[in-house]
């Protein structure tokens, strides 16, 4: 009957149908064995600082662990020996599992495939707005291929049509107000000779499919945080606090705007703030003064979400 595919509980992986997740399980002892160390040092951690470690304290916890449990290469045993090894003791529920899988696939061919139940008679339009939804759950805004791959994964649930995924997402962006959506890019700011254009109609100096879309949903949404985040009322710092907030920040090596960024920040009595500053002029090392120093007067807690590695060093 041959093998099916269907996505993972989580949706972010096909896997084959009928499968035992524990013979998977002892294929991978070693994640095992990364995934122990991290609950150890996990609990090393709360212990010691009394919080949860974040995501990139985590990921550096399994980076650590990583190298300590892989066995050094032994060149000795033939690369087949190790697998035949494996399969011995487990080849009972190998044969087991292969049964499954074919069990699986004669029920799909009898019942329809579980990733197309209520999803096998859709329209071109329900696909279309489907995947419309789908992108904005990724991304806040997003290209051509970001929708052309959610297009794709409508239409694996939508076996019946016959258009490609490539052309239901050109119509979707030939009419955007039917589904919602907005071009964010910048168009060009003076009219673009015939001689300079490219076939598709844009400047040759453009980038291939430069341009970026959003939801008008997404629009309203981001309005609104920036409208809240002007309004007043937030707890505030003022007087002999503020000045004891600028002695804590000068001796924490802050000098200069940093200070003047952070203090403003302390006693705006607004519940947002964007700081803006070009790479290496220390938004980092900035922030990471405020954290500490913002918690006790006014309330709440400051999370650092960097993305360069050496940013999360200083915010640590």
Not at 142 to 148: D, F, P, R
Not at 254 to 280: K, Q
Request: charge should be neutral.
């Amino acid at each position: 009957n041959g093998v099916v595919f269907a996505l993972r509980p989580d949706g972010k992986a096909t896997e084959i149908m009928g499968v035992d997740q524990r013979l998977c399980a002892k294929a991978s002892s070693r994640r095992e064995q990364i995934a122990g160390a991290v609950r150890s040092a996990s609990e090393t951690f709360v212990e010691r600082y009394g919080r949860e470690p974040s995501p990139a304290e985590r990921k550096e916890m399994d980076r650590v662990a990583w190298r300590p449990t892989r066995a050094a290469k032994n060149y000795e045993v033939a690369p087949r020996q190790p697998i035949d090894n494996w399969v011995n003791g487990v080849r009972g529920e190998l044969r087991q599992s292969l049964r499954a899988v074919g069990q699986q696939a004669a029920l799909v061919q009898r019942h329809g495939h579980p990733d197309q139940h209520g999803y096998a008679d859709r329209t071109k339009q329900e696909v279309r707005h489907a995947a419309v939804a789908a992108v904005e759950l990724r991304h806040s805004t997003w290209q051509v291929g970001n929708l052309v791959r959610a297009v794709n994964d409508e239409l694996l649930r939508t076996p019946h049509l016959e258009e490609g995924a490539e052309d239901l997402a050109r119509e979707v962006l030939d009419n955007p107000s039917e589904y919602g959506v907005v071009l964010t890019s910048p168009p060009d700011p003076a009219p673009v000779p015939e001689a300079l254009r490219r076939d598709d109609g844009h400047s040759r100096y453009r980038q291939h499919n430069f341009e970026r879309w959003t939801t008008a949903r997404q629009l309203t949404v981001e309005s609104g945080i920036v409208a809240r985040a002007r309004e007043a009322g937030a707890p505030a710092l003022a007087g002999p606090e503020l000045e004891l907030a600028r002695v804590e920040l000068i001796a924490a090596g802050l000098v200069g705007d940093p200070v003047d960024a952070v203090i403003a920040t302390l006693s705006s009595g607004r519940p947002g703030h964007v700081l803006l500053g070009p790479a290496g002029t220390g938004m980092s090392r900035t922030i990471g003064a405020l954290a500490p120093i913002r918690p006790h007067p006014v309330g709440g807690r400051v999370l650092g979400l960097p993305k360069p590695p050496l940013a999360t060093q200083v915010l640590a």
